[in-house]
Structures are given as C-alpha cells and as structure tokens.
C-alpha cells in the first residue's frame, strides 16, 4: 500500500509541475473576446473551452504541443512551441473564415498527418461543387467522377478500386458526429435479385442522399488503415463532423435543373449552465426527368445538437437528435395506357439519437473517459402498383410442400408488391485514454470496446392473393422454376433474430523525438472482434518517420472485417410452384400445382476480411505539397452467390371426370426426378485492388490570386470467386447432362485519371473563380479467356459428375459446351470534362455561386470495342445563394 500511494503522489507531483499555456481569445473584426472556442492539445487530447471572456488555459509539455483553437466560422489556428511562450498570457485573435482570407483550401486536401492516407474536405472544399447531399461532396476524391447531383436513385461510393461494387461500398463505414451508421438492417428486397423501387439499397452501403450536406462543417476520408477503434469495416471510413455551436442564422437556397434545395440552421446559447444548441432544418425535391413522374424524391431532415460543459470544464457532452421523412406519397404515372393507375413509392421515415460524452478527471491514472450510444430506427415501405387486363390467372397459396388447388385473379385487377421493413440499430461504444510522456517518447494510450445490436421488426413481404403479381402468378404450362423462386409473406420481426457484434481494442500511438528534432511516428493498434458468431483478430500498424523539415515517410499495414447484412444471413425460406393442370368450364374452375418449400435457416456466414498496405510520402517545398501513396488492398471471403441445387420428387398426375358438372378427381400415379435450382451466397469472392495515387497542391501565386491542384490516381483490379460456374443445359432434349460446371475466370480492369484545379481568388473582392479539368486517361477491362468446355456435369438426381480432362472435349458433351465469347482487351481511349464554379461573398452577409458541369457541353464520341459511346452528361447550370445574419 505504501508503494501504491508513493506512485500516486509522484503523478500528483507530475501533474503539478506542467507547463500550461492560457490567454484570452479575441474577434479580428470587433477586438471582443470570444466565448465557446475548442482548445485541444492534438498531442495529447487535453482540451479546453473559453469562457465569456474569451479566456482558456491548459496543460501541455513546453516543448512539444499543438494546440488547435477552432469555432465554428472562425479560421483555425494552431499553436507549437515555435512561435508560442509557455506560462505567459497571450492574446489570440481569430479571423473570420470567408473568402477575404488571403489563403481558402477548396480542394480535399490530405489529413495534416504524419502516418496513414486520409484526405479531409471542410466547409469551402464542400462548396467546391454544388452540393445536396454527401454523395456529391465525395466525388473530388481521387478515382470518382464529378457528376450533376443525381438524386432519383440510391447514392453510393466505392473506394480505391476500378470495379465499382456492392462489397465495396458495403464496406465503407461512416461515422456521423461519433456515432457510426449502419444500412445492415435493411431487408427491403421483394425476391432475391432486387428490391421494388430505385431507393431499396440492399446489401449496400448507406445512401447518401440521406445526409444533407447543408449543415456539415468537415468530412475526414480514411482510406488507408483506420485506427483500432473503428471496426465493422473493409474499404474505408468517412467521418462527417456536422455544424455545432454558436453561430449566426444559415440560409441557403439551391436549383439546378429538375432539383431544388432550401436549408436554414442557427447555434446558439441557452445559457452557462445548459450550454449551445444547434438546430438545422433541410429541404430537398427531386425531379430530374419530368417526363418520368414515379421517380420524384422528396427529402425532410431536422437535426439538433446540443452541447454543454460542467462549470470547470472536466465534463462535455453532446446530445444529437436527426429526424427525416422523404414525404413521398403515390407517384402516378398519368401517361400511361392503362389511365394512370400504375404507381409506386418509398416511405422512409427515422429517427437517429446519438450522445458522446468525455470525462477529463482532474487524477492523473486517466486523461479521458470516453462513452458514446447512438440509437437509429427507420420506418421503410416499398410499394408498386399497376393495373393488369391479362383474364383471371392462377395463384399459388400452398405454404407447405404437395399438391395444392390455386386461387384465381379477377380477369381485370391491381396488382401490388410492397415491404414494410422497421430496421432498427443500437451501439455503444467507451474508451479510456491516457498519454504518458517520456524524455523522448510520447505515448498516447487507448483502451475501449465497442457493441451493436441490429434487427428489423417490420411485416416484411406482404403477398395477397387478391393482388397477385405477375412474377408469382401461374398460366398454363407455366411454373416459378423458370421465372425464379415464388413469393410468399414473410414477416421480418418473426424471421430475423437480432444479431449481436462486440469488439474491444487497444492502441498506442507513439511519438519518438530524434537528436535532429525530427520525429518517429508509430500507430499500434489491434482490435477483436465478434461478428455474426465468428472472431477475428485485427492488427493495425502505421509507421512514419521524418527525413527532414519537408520530406517524410509513412507506411502501413492493417486488418479489418464486415459483417454480412440482415438480409444476407436470413433470406428467407424458398418456394416453387408448378402448374400442372388448370381446367376452366362454364361450371367450374379448377387448378393443381404442385409447391416445393425449401425451408432456410439462419445462414453462417463469415465477415468479409481484407489486408491493406501502403507506403507514402509527403513532400513539403516553397512552391507547394505533394502527397504520393501507393496501397495494396486484398478483400477475401466476400459473399458470392452460388446456386444451390436440390433434388425433389415430380407427381406424375391421373385426372378422372365424374360428369362435366363437377371439378375432378386426382391420382398420383408416380414421380419422376426435378432438380430446383436456387440462389444463395457464401463466402468465396475475392478483390484485389493495388494503384498509386497523388495530391500536388500548390501555393498561391500572389502576382496573379491563382492556385494549382491537381490530383490523380491509378488502380489495377481484380476480381475472382472460388466457385465454378453452374449453367443450366439449354437442350430440351438431353436428358442426363442437366447442368454443366466450368471453371471460374477472374474479371480485371484498371483505370487511370487526373484532375487539375486553377483557383483565382481575390480576397480584397470576396471573389473566388475555379475551373476544374478532369481527363479520364484511360480504363480498360482485360480479356479474359475462359474455357467453353466444361469439367463437370450435373445429372437429374442432382450429383456431380467430373468429366476427366481428356474427355471434355468430347462430342460425348457437346450438348454442353459453351459459345465462344471473345477474348479482348477493351479500353476506353483519353477524354475530358470542364466544370466551372463562381461565387462572391458580400460584406453584408450574403454569398453567390454559379455552378456548371461540363460547361463547355464537350460530348465527345469515342469507340469502344466497335462500339460508339457518348461521354460526358449534357451542359448542366445550377445556382447558390447563401445570407448570414
């Protein structure tokens, strides 16, 4: 005990002896202090708030530290030793961040950081281009396209690869003001191919659209290895920081062809005790082809933010709040044939809460405690309707595998597929922090656990029979086993089970100071993880070393794993109905089918896992910076589907006629063989994705107010499953060779592009003027060949046969050998886009941007394969105007 306590008064006496720097913060403008300034140590996480006086203080080692002093429409400075004298008040001033500033960052720019790739975008780079919603902030990141805002869809991003795809963007996570996002729940697919509407983004990452980009004031994109602490991922992370804290009223107003946009928000203080409160409200309507009028999109977010620190600043919290609805009713389409009557709608509607809240204890054993909870429930309803005059068609009822008499549509009806899905997410997350500070090490020590909870209580798919659709109704001769499986209701809060993922972490973030002043940097981390019943262990090691005052190395390497979607891992039993006989007379009506239910159980699927490494530099001149990364990336046991093949038993079926009166009677009088044929997934797709990619921007020529960027990027891919391909024999006449297996051929593509940004900026006018080029260098899609023979077949009883080598390409198989497809190279030759931007900031508070994509109209043909393309989308105009009072 003694012992213990002798420790414990040395680290009181530590804390005793540090250094501190403190003042007062003050208004450029107006020469008043300024209240509710974030102080933060970026070594250490300490962090303080400035009071009505503008005043702060806080501990920091005098000869390393960077305090950043950072309000919201304030530019941010950064303190260091250099320039700062440690144990004297000082007087910071702040200048407001507007385009009377000498120096305004337009462009994503890489994380002022000395390990990893991460590029940040604040609020002017967010202005860049004309921005409803996130999708269209991040398209200036390498390797995206710019695009006019594009809302009647679902939005989503793949990262660092040249084959955009759902396991891509599945796998980026996003984390909005510390509460991380989820789309897993989502279950609003009708059958196993697709969802009803264009906004049922399934197995999917979220949709963009969803996050307004009105009220954010910085987006950080990780796309090299993320921190320990961030889990439940593959391809990268996007951390948005939305607008909190005092600040004036924001009115802003969008229109650009078929879309429109309004937006108002404020921060303001309550008083000392309740803190800040942010409220924003935001306004989207989409419409980007009138002549479509089932494809409108109207969105309605609400968000607040509420802030607020205990009297001596140890404790902060914030509260945040974010309701929306896309308000959308029945769209009809009133041009159609059948009277308009054929519509369809998304209902979304949700409610996200989150809370963060940081203990800085005034003991040494910790720096921060840390607790994070977010809870998000949506409430979806995909509907589709339209009117069909087609005569009364059968329709399966039988929910259990036999013989079964069908009902009938009216000869003229609504048919009408919907889902309700009620997806539902809870996670917590908690950490505690502590820097311990040697001679000539830092270490910045983090320990915490993280858990969520996912499920979707909604009624599922609803099937009538009074409102059959065609895909599940039955004609004579007809069957489900060639349209895809049948449909039946399913009742996702019956169904799906909660699943549960839990992780914990550590990480220490090293600093070393060399005898030079140069520093070594090393960030180690390592996570595990629970994920749908499996565990994964997940290292993360990003290194960095400065060679000189303007020249540094950085390298990493790094695990992480996703877990599949709710609807991946329960999708739902699979049925099968043949018709086998449908009698009509003036007297009766009577049908038999025969149904096949495949019962499906909770599938045991893994996490999708992916290694990625890097190695950079940064390169800082009198002229400019240059950042240059190249990565590896390698994503395995991603889901691939498969088809799954079962044997059953077909009736062989003798009708008798009592009289001509009466419906028959039935015998079944024997069975033969039938294969069912159905699609689930499993572990067995893989990605690689190896490039460079490279970020040169260039200081401001004062002689001409112009600066240069340019970005570019290169990315090799390839894409592979460990699955053979199955492929149903198209002879009617073979009987024994059913089903053909061949071998499973990569799919590879690359892709090459660059983009140049000139920024005139007049800073005395609150003018700034930015043409962007972009020049899609090159793409291709590599030939690949595949053998058209194939090495097994698959007979009636559903076995597999392997064919010897030798044999295949015996007549013996004809039957399923495959048409030769062609072998070669497609590349899209070089082209370009012009985009232009205007804005002019008025000293009264009132901002104006003019927008054009492809401003020139330059629609270049080009010939691909033989074939002619028309790039670019047409010239397309929109206009901001922003007031602040």
């Known amino acids: 005990m003694r012992s213990v306590f002798l420790l414990i ?115 002017y780079a967010i202005n860049q281009i004309q921005s409803y919603s996130l999708s269209d902030v991040l398209n200036q990141l390498p390797g995206q396209t710019i695009t006019p805002p594009s809302l009647n869809s679902a939005n989503s991003i793949s990262l660092r690869t040249a084959q955009e795809s759902q396991t891509n963007a599945f796998g980026v996570s996003y984390v909005l003001d510390g509460m991380q996002l989820s789309n897993d729940e989502n279950m609003q697919n009708y059958n196993s191919n697709s969802g009803l509407t264009t906004y049922d983004n399934v197995n999917s990452g979220i949709d963009l659209r969803s996050i307004p980009a009105s009220n954010i004031d910085e987006i950080e994109v990780v796309t090299g290895i993320p921190d320990a602490k961030y889990g439940n991922l593959t391809s990268g992370l996007i951390k948005i920081n939305r607008k909190a804290g005092v600040t004036p009223y924001r009115l802003s107003a969008n229109i650009r062809q078929g879309n429109s946009a309004v937006s108002i928000g404020k921060g303001f203080k309550i008083n000392d005790k309740l803190g800040n409160l942010s409220l924003s409200l935001d306004y989207v309507n989409a419409n980007a082809d009138p002549r479509n009028s089932l494809e409108q999109y109207n969105r309605l977010t609400a968000s607040g933010i509420w802030s607020l620190y205990n009297s001596n600043k140890t404790i902060k919290n914030t509260f945040s709040l974010t309701l929306h609805n896309n308000l959308d009713d029945l769209n009809y389409d009133q041009d159609n044939d059948d009277g308009g009557q054929e519509a369809k709608y998304k209902k979304d509607r949700g409610i ?8 800085q204890p005034e003991a040494s054993f910790i720096d921060h405690l840390n607790v994070n909870l977010g809870y998000a429930y949506t409430y979806q309803h995909s509907y589709v309707q339209s009117f069909k005059n087609d005569g009364g068609r059968v329709v399966p009822t039988g929910l259990e595998t036999g013989l079964y008499s069908g009902e009938y549509t009216p000869v003229a009806y609504m048919q009408i597929r919907q889902v309700y899905g009620q997806p539902v997410n809870l996670n917590l997350g908690t950490s505690v922090d502590k820097t311990i500070k040697g001679s000539h090490v830092r270490h910045n ?61 550590a990480q220490d973030n090293i600093t070393w100071k060399l005898s030079n002043d140069n520093e070594v940097y090393a960030n180690l981390g390592m996570r595990y993880d629970i994920q749908n019943g499996f565990s994964n262990f997940s290292p993360r090691i990003n290194l960095g070393v400065e060679l000189s005052q303007s020249l540094s190395l950085r390298g990493g390497l790094g695990f992480a794993s996703k877990t599949p979607s709710l609807s991946q891992i329960f999708p739902g039993d699979k049925y099968f109905d043949m018709l086998i006989r ?89 069975y033969s063989p039938l294969l069912l044929d159905y699609s689930l997934q499993t572990n067995a797709a893989s990605t690689i994705d190896k490039g460079i990619e490279f970020y040169f ?36 006449l073979e009987e024994q060779y059913s089903y053909g297996v ?71 198989y004809s039957s399923l050998w495959l048409n030769p497809s062609s072998a070669e190279d497609k590349t899209t030759p070089i082209y370009h886009n012009f985009h232009l931007r205007m804005t002019k900031e008025l000293l009264n508070g009132i901002s104006m941007s003019v927008y054009a994509n492809n401003f020139l109209d330059y629609r270049p043909v080009i010939t691909v394969d033989g074939i002619e393309y028309v790039k670019n989308s047409p010239i397309s105009f929109g206009a901001q105007i922003q007031y602040k009072f």
């Not at 008040?89 to 720019?109: F, G, M, P, Q, Y």
């Not at 996200?352 to 203990?359: M, V």
């Open 9 to 123: 008064c040395l680290c009181s006496i530590g804390a005793l002896a540090q250094d501190r720097v403190f003042g007062v913060v003050n208004d450029d403008a107006t020469h008043l202090p300024i209240e509710s300034v974030t102080v933060f140590n970026l070594k250490t996480g300490k962090w303080d708030v400035t009071d009505n006086e503008g005043s702060f203080s806080i501990e920091v080692d005098k000869n390393d530290f960077e305090i950043e002093l950072k309000i919201l429409g304030k530019k941010t400075k950064v303190l260091t030793p250099k320039e700062t004298v440690v144990n004297t008040s000082l007087v910071i001033v702040l200048k407001d961040e507007d385009l009377r500033l000498e120096e305004v960052e337009v462009t994503a720019v890489p994380r002022r950081s000395k390990v990893g790739s991460a590029v940040v975008l604040d609020e």
């Open 352 to 359: 996200k809460l989150s809370n963060r809240f940081t203990w």
């Open 445 to 505: 020590l983090s320990l915490g656990a993280n858990y969520s909870f996912s499920d979707n209580n909604g009624k599922g798919k609803a099937y009538d029979p009074a409102n059959a659709h065609t895909q599940v109704t039955l004609s004579s001769g007809s069957s489900t086993l060639s349209s895809g499986e049948g449909i039946r209701a399913l009742d996702f809060g019956r169904y799906v089970k909660p699943r549960i993922n839990f992780g914990v972490y």
């Open 697 to 732: 921007n260039f200081n401001k020529i004062k002689a001409i107010n112009t600066s240069f960027s340019l970005v570019g990027t290169y990315v090799y891919s390839k894409s592979f499953s460990d699955l053979d391909r199955v492929i149903q024999n198209t002879d009617p």
């Open 742 to 812: 061949y071998k499973s051929t990569p799919t590879k593509d690359d892709l090459f592009r660059l983009r140049g940004i000139v920024t005139h900026h007049l800073s005395d006018l609150g003018l700034l003027i930015s043409l962007t080029a972009e020049q899609f260098t090159r793409s291709k899609s590599f030939a690949t060949s595949s053998s058209i023979f194939p090495i097994a077949y698959i007979n009636t009883n559903g076995e597999r046969v392997s064919i010897p080598e030798n044999q295949q390409e015996s007549d013996q």
């Open 582 to 670: 449908d009698f009509r007379t003036s007297d009766y009506s009577f049908n038999l089918i025969q149904t096949y239910k495949t019962e499906i159980a909770k599938q045991n699927l893994e996490p999708t896992k992916s290694w990625k490494y890097e190695l950079g530099l940064n390169y800082n001149t009198g002229f400019g910076n240059l950042s240059l990364t190249g990565y590896y990336n390698h994503t395995f046991d991603a889901l691939a589907s498969y088809n799954a093949l079962e044997r059953v038993d077909f009736p062989e079926v003798e009708f008798t006629f009592a009289d001509s009166q009466s419906p028959p009677t039935y015998e079944v009088v024997g």
